[in-house]
């Protein structure tokens, strides 16, 4: 199938995707757990096959900022998915759907240096994997961080407002978003860890600031954790740290991408 065919399928689901989900937000129909996974599946088969299309060539991945951002999007949209099956985080699709549409677009219309990783490099593709599954969680999380944020105030204020009704509780939203961080700490742990056992050099010239920007960010997060267990950290406070730890890997990850194959235009991983 071609890659423009794939690319069109994509964009058509997530964006019924995103009208169904704007619908129901609006309570003009109602939630449908089996037809939201079904229309999130098969836009990530289209999805996916637009991957193997575009990063995955002659034994090599490419790794380069927008081909990465497309596979990023997809294991965001594929989490959610999931993650929909057995929490209420449908809201989190309002913001997901669109940006697997943007990530799209995006990656057929411009072009980057490439920065291949080979398949049979294993300890690489490890390390890689786990990074990019911890930062497609952290997304999540931060997006979780942004609406009990918002429901945080409006609730002290009295203000019922549609976000306000179409939310879980207040104590359902922080224990998602910390089911999220759990996760995403253990991930990035073990992609740090991955990283200092397959990564040549970790504190090279290219890849200092993303790897002290992705230790300043689990320090964070894990501050966030004890503050959590041993200081009662909730709401706006932990959306803060959320946000804070988010903000910190975005630059660890695309930070280091943006510099080097926008402004520099090299190549390499």
Known sequence: MGTLILAVTSLFLY?????????????????????????????????????????????????????????????????????????????LFLVVYPLAIMTIILALITHTPSRLVSEESYGMLAHIA???????????????????????????????????????????????????????????????????LFVKDLFAQDLAHKTIFSLLSLMVFVALLIGRYTQGWRGITASRWTLAGCVLLMLAFYGTKFVLELLYHRGGY
């Open 15 to 91: 964006s019924v995707g995103t009208a169904l989900q704007a619908l129901n937000f609006r309570g003009k129909i109602q939630p449908n757990l089996a037809v939201t996974t079904l229309i999130g599946i098969l836009a990530l088969t289209g999805h996916g096959l637009l991957i193997f299309q575009t990063v995955f060539y002659n034994g090599n991945i490419d790794f380069s900022f927008f081909k990465s951002s497309l596979v990023i999007s997809w294991l965001i949209a594929f989490l959610l998915i999931g993650l929909n099956l057995r929490k209420p985080v449908q809201s």
């Open 130 to 196: 786990l990074s990019v599954t911890a930062y497609s969680l952290f997304s999540l999380a931060g997006i979780q961080a942004i609406l009990l944020y918002f429901q945080n105030r409006q609730l002290k204020h009295n203000y019922n407002s549609l976000l306000v009704r179409n939310l879980p509780p207040l104590q359902t939203m922080e224990s998602v978003l910390f089911e999220m961080v759990w996760a995403g700490v253990v991930l990035l742990i073990l992609a740090i860890v991955t990283g200092a």
